[in-house]
T-cell receptor, first 114, second 113 residues
Protein backbone atom coordinates (compact mmCIF):
# COMPACT_ATOMS: atom_id res chain seq x y z
CA UNK A 1 0.00 0.00 0.00
CA UNK A 2 2.82 2.37 0.83
CA UNK A 3 5.16 1.42 -1.99
CA UNK A 4 6.00 3.34 -5.10
CA UNK A 5 7.36 1.13 -7.85
CA UNK A 6 9.75 2.82 -10.27
CA UNK A 7 11.09 1.57 -13.58
CA UNK A 8 13.47 1.19 -15.27
CA UNK A 9 16.33 0.90 -12.82
CA UNK A 10 18.69 2.36 -15.40
CA UNK A 11 18.25 4.11 -18.72
CA UNK A 12 20.63 5.10 -21.48
CA UNK A 13 19.50 7.69 -23.99
CA UNK A 14 21.22 9.48 -26.82
CA UNK A 15 21.50 13.25 -26.74
CA UNK A 16 18.34 14.79 -28.11
CA UNK A 17 16.23 11.76 -27.34
CA UNK A 18 13.29 11.38 -24.98
CA UNK A 19 13.82 9.84 -21.55
CA UNK A 20 10.80 8.22 -19.93
CA UNK A 21 10.66 6.99 -16.34
CA UNK A 22 7.56 5.35 -14.93
CA UNK A 23 6.15 4.99 -11.45
CA UNK A 24 3.13 3.19 -10.01
CA UNK A 25 1.48 3.44 -6.61
CA UNK A 26 -1.22 1.63 -4.70
CA UNK A 27 -2.40 4.05 -2.02
CA UNK A 28 -5.33 6.03 -3.41
CA UNK A 29 -4.90 8.55 -0.58
CA UNK A 30 -1.70 9.84 -2.15
CA UNK A 31 -2.25 13.36 -3.45
CA UNK A 32 1.21 14.72 -4.17
CA UNK A 33 3.67 13.26 -6.68
CA UNK A 34 7.11 14.87 -6.95
CA UNK A 35 10.17 13.93 -8.94
CA UNK A 36 13.65 14.48 -7.56
CA UNK A 37 16.93 14.71 -9.44
CA UNK A 38 20.17 13.67 -7.75
CA UNK A 39 23.68 14.20 -9.05
CA UNK A 40 26.52 12.07 -7.62
CA UNK A 41 27.59 13.22 -4.17
CA UNK A 42 24.72 15.67 -3.87
CA UNK A 43 21.37 15.66 -2.13
CA UNK A 44 18.23 15.12 -4.24
CA UNK A 45 16.61 18.29 -5.52
CA UNK A 46 12.96 18.76 -6.35
CA UNK A 47 12.54 18.79 -10.12
CA UNK A 48 8.80 18.93 -10.73
CA UNK A 49 5.67 17.86 -8.90
CA UNK A 50 2.02 17.24 -9.68
CA UNK A 51 -1.24 16.86 -7.79
CA UNK A 52 -3.95 14.49 -9.08
CA UNK A 53 -6.34 17.23 -10.19
CA UNK A 54 -4.35 17.61 -13.42
CA UNK A 55 -3.19 14.98 -15.91
CA UNK A 56 -0.04 16.71 -17.06
CA UNK A 57 2.41 19.33 -15.90
CA UNK A 58 5.22 20.74 -17.96
CA UNK A 59 8.24 22.75 -16.91
CA UNK A 60 10.69 23.37 -19.70
CA UNK A 61 11.89 20.05 -21.06
CA UNK A 62 10.41 18.11 -18.13
CA UNK A 63 6.82 16.82 -18.14
CA UNK A 64 4.91 14.75 -15.62
CA UNK A 65 2.06 12.68 -17.00
CA UNK A 66 -0.44 11.45 -14.43
CA UNK A 67 -3.03 8.70 -14.86
CA UNK A 68 -5.20 8.60 -11.76
CA UNK A 69 -7.31 5.62 -12.80
CA UNK A 70 -4.23 3.51 -13.50
CA UNK A 71 -2.41 4.89 -10.45
CA UNK A 72 0.61 5.65 -12.56
CA UNK A 73 2.71 8.68 -13.29
CA UNK A 74 5.74 9.25 -15.44
CA UNK A 75 8.51 11.72 -16.10
CA UNK A 76 9.34 12.65 -19.67
CA UNK A 77 12.56 14.49 -20.45
CA UNK A 78 12.46 15.94 -23.93
CA UNK A 79 15.62 16.71 -25.91
CA UNK A 80 17.70 14.92 -23.27
CA UNK A 81 21.13 16.43 -22.64
CA UNK A 82 24.31 14.98 -21.12
CA UNK A 83 23.78 17.38 -18.21
CA UNK A 84 20.55 15.51 -17.43
CA UNK A 85 22.59 12.44 -16.50
CA UNK A 86 21.62 11.81 -12.90
CA UNK A 87 19.51 9.55 -10.73
CA UNK A 88 15.80 10.35 -10.71
CA UNK A 89 13.43 9.44 -7.90
CA UNK A 90 9.68 9.52 -8.02
CA UNK A 91 7.78 9.88 -4.78
CA UNK A 92 4.27 10.09 -3.42
CA UNK A 93 2.62 11.37 -0.30
CA UNK A 94 -0.73 12.01 1.21
CA UNK A 95 -2.39 12.37 4.59
CA UNK A 96 -0.94 9.62 6.76
CA UNK A 97 -2.14 10.08 10.27
CA UNK A 98 -1.01 13.69 10.33
CA UNK A 99 2.50 13.06 9.09
CA UNK A 100 3.82 14.12 5.73
CA UNK A 101 6.24 11.41 4.78
CA UNK A 102 7.21 11.01 1.18
CA UNK A 103 7.41 7.45 -0.11
CA UNK A 104 10.21 7.21 -2.66
CA UNK A 105 10.73 4.90 -5.58
CA UNK A 106 14.07 3.10 -5.80
CA UNK A 107 15.46 5.48 -8.40
CA UNK A 108 16.44 5.42 -12.07
CA UNK A 109 19.98 6.13 -13.16
CA UNK A 110 19.80 8.08 -16.40
CA UNK A 111 22.79 8.33 -18.69
CA UNK A 112 22.58 10.63 -21.70
CA UNK A 113 25.30 9.92 -24.22
CA UNK A 114 26.67 12.83 -26.25
CA UNK B 1 14.64 32.23 2.10
CA UNK B 2 15.03 28.87 3.77
CA UNK B 3 18.32 27.03 3.84
CA UNK B 4 19.40 23.68 5.23
CA UNK B 5 22.89 23.02 6.50
CA UNK B 6 24.36 19.60 7.06
CA UNK B 7 27.83 18.74 8.29
CA UNK B 8 30.36 17.34 8.02
CA UNK B 9 30.43 16.61 4.29
CA UNK B 10 32.61 13.52 4.70
CA UNK B 11 33.55 11.44 7.69
CA UNK B 12 35.71 8.38 8.17
CA UNK B 13 35.20 6.66 11.50
CA UNK B 14 36.50 3.41 12.98
CA UNK B 15 34.16 0.61 13.95
CA UNK B 16 32.93 1.06 17.51
CA UNK B 17 33.38 4.82 17.58
CA UNK B 18 30.51 7.25 18.27
CA UNK B 19 28.78 9.35 15.64
CA UNK B 20 27.12 12.73 15.63
CA UNK B 21 25.78 14.34 12.46
CA UNK B 22 24.07 17.69 12.66
CA UNK B 23 21.48 19.37 10.52
CA UNK B 24 20.06 22.84 10.91
CA UNK B 25 17.40 24.73 9.00
CA UNK B 26 17.23 28.50 8.68
CA UNK B 27 14.45 30.80 7.62
CA UNK B 28 11.49 28.80 8.83
CA UNK B 29 9.88 27.68 12.05
CA UNK B 30 8.46 24.36 13.21
CA UNK B 31 9.66 22.42 10.17
CA UNK B 32 9.26 18.68 9.78
CA UNK B 33 12.73 17.18 9.77
CA UNK B 34 13.94 13.88 8.30
CA UNK B 35 17.06 11.72 8.25
CA UNK B 36 17.59 9.45 5.24
CA UNK B 37 20.36 7.00 4.43
CA UNK B 38 21.39 6.08 0.92
CA UNK B 39 23.65 3.08 0.32
CA UNK B 40 25.90 3.23 -2.74
CA UNK B 41 23.78 3.15 -5.88
CA UNK B 42 20.63 2.52 -3.87
CA UNK B 43 17.43 4.29 -2.96
CA UNK B 44 16.50 6.54 -0.08
CA UNK B 45 15.79 4.86 3.24
CA UNK B 46 13.92 6.96 5.79
CA UNK B 47 15.55 6.55 9.20
CA UNK B 48 13.86 9.13 11.44
CA UNK B 49 11.44 11.99 11.19
CA UNK B 50 10.34 14.68 13.60
CA UNK B 51 7.33 16.97 13.64
CA UNK B 52 8.47 18.99 16.67
CA UNK B 53 11.03 19.44 19.42
CA UNK B 54 11.63 16.17 21.22
CA UNK B 55 9.26 14.28 18.91
CA UNK B 56 11.12 11.56 17.06
CA UNK B 57 9.68 8.69 15.06
CA UNK B 58 11.90 5.82 14.02
CA UNK B 59 11.25 4.05 10.77
CA UNK B 60 13.88 1.34 10.91
CA UNK B 61 15.26 -0.38 14.03
CA UNK B 62 19.02 -0.01 13.95
CA UNK B 63 22.17 1.17 15.57
CA UNK B 64 21.25 4.84 15.23
CA UNK B 65 19.23 7.38 17.17
CA UNK B 66 18.02 10.90 16.49
CA UNK B 67 17.30 13.92 18.61
CA UNK B 68 15.77 17.33 18.09
CA UNK B 69 16.97 19.59 20.88
CA UNK B 70 15.87 22.79 19.16
CA UNK B 71 13.16 23.64 16.69
CA UNK B 72 15.47 23.79 13.68
CA UNK B 73 18.18 21.34 14.75
CA UNK B 74 18.18 17.63 14.05
CA UNK B 75 20.99 15.33 15.19
CA UNK B 76 21.76 11.76 14.14
CA UNK B 77 23.83 9.76 16.59
CA UNK B 78 25.31 6.40 17.28
CA UNK B 79 27.12 5.13 20.35
CA UNK B 80 29.09 2.47 18.47
CA UNK B 81 29.35 2.46 14.69
CA UNK B 82 29.13 -0.73 12.66
CA UNK B 83 30.58 -1.34 9.21
CA UNK B 84 27.01 -1.52 7.92
CA UNK B 85 26.42 2.09 9.01
CA UNK B 86 28.50 3.32 6.08
CA UNK B 87 26.51 5.32 3.57
CA UNK B 88 25.35 8.71 2.43
CA UNK B 89 23.26 10.42 5.09
CA UNK B 90 20.80 13.07 4.07
CA UNK B 91 18.82 15.49 6.16
CA UNK B 92 15.66 17.03 4.77
CA UNK B 93 12.96 19.42 5.89
CA UNK B 94 9.41 20.19 4.88
CA UNK B 95 6.98 22.90 5.95
CA UNK B 96 4.57 20.34 7.37
CA UNK B 97 0.86 21.00 7.64
CA UNK B 98 0.28 18.65 4.72
CA UNK B 99 2.77 20.56 2.55
CA UNK B 100 5.00 17.89 1.18
CA UNK B 101 7.78 19.95 -0.38
CA UNK B 102 10.93 18.30 0.86
CA UNK B 103 14.27 20.11 0.65
CA UNK B 104 17.36 17.99 1.14
CA UNK B 105 20.72 18.97 2.55
CA UNK B 106 23.96 18.29 0.74
CA UNK B 107 24.58 15.05 2.62
CA UNK B 108 27.32 13.43 4.70
CA UNK B 109 29.38 10.60 3.25
CA UNK B 110 30.15 8.29 6.19
CA UNK B 111 32.70 5.53 5.82
CA UNK B 112 33.14 3.17 8.74
CA UNK B 113 36.48 1.38 8.65
Amino acid sequence: QQQVKQSPQSLIVQKGGISIINCAYENTAFDYFPWYQQFPGKGPALLIAIRPDVSEKKEGRFTISFNKSAKQFSLHIMDSQPGDSATYFCAASGPQGGSEKLVFGKGTKLTVNP
Amino acid sequence: SQTIHQWPATLVQPVGSPLSLECTVEGTSNPNLYWYRQAAGRGLQLLFYSVGIGQISSEVPQNLSASRPQDRQFILSSKKLLLSDSGFYLCAWSPGQLNYGYTFGSGTRLTVV
